[in-house]
């Protein structure tokens, strides 16, 4: 079982509607929650940070976290065109001693289309 | 405040050679670590250095090594390049206190072509 899973896409959403991305992990242990944007070509892109069950807000994004089902995800609300990318769910393991290994999911493209 | 810099931004080596890539880490981070990406395995954790130490390291070859120095810049090198090892090598840097929050920042990436 791969330790962070995300869809692939891609998720197509028209101009202005909610686009809702997902992503699930296998570490129980785990206490940071990211999601990354990138374009083509570019390089990832912090988004949202997310470490405590509940929701998270952030303009016309907002994070989710759910630890007891090991679920965490990401809704974009007004999608715009600008928005096609691919997003990025990401885990940060925390290691005795105080560092990280981030684990990355393969990433969902999002298709905004007008 | 500047971001992470990485440097060269493209090259293209022959197989067989050797790359050695540079890493800027944001000031005031200690924390760098180094990610492959490819289109087939997406973004690989290579790994960390914290204070000139390898902290954590991913599921690569020998061939992949690198190194942090005081003031906290990093080198990756890869040795007996394959063709297989084009990708996008990303850096990213985080202050690494220990806390949950440690947000980690990428650099734009090094290119790399072998042919």
Known sequence: ?114 | KAGVTQTPRYLIKTRGQQVTLSCSPISGHRSVSWYQQTPGQGLQFLFEYFSETQRNKGNFPGRFSGRQFSNSRSEMNVSTLELGDSALYLCASSASVVRAGNTIYFGEGSWLTVV
């Open chain 1, 1 to 114: 079982q791969k330790e962070v899973e995300q869809n692939s896409g891609p998720l197509s959403v028209p101009e202005g509607a909610i686009a809702s991305l997902n992503c699930t992990y296998s570490d129980r242990v785990s206490q940071s929650f990211f999601w990354y944007r990138q374009y083509s070509g570019k390089s990832p892109e912090l988004i949202m940070s997310i470490y405590s069950n509940g929701d998270k807000e952030d303009g016309r994004f907002t994070a989710q976290l759910n630890k007891a089902s090991q679920y965490v995800s990401l809704l974009i609300r007004d999608s715009q065109p600008s928005d096609s990318a691919t997003y990025l769910c990401a885990v940060n393991l925390m290691f005795s001693g105080g560092y990280n290994k981030l684990i990355f999911g393969a990433g969902t493209r999002l298709a905004v289309h007008p």
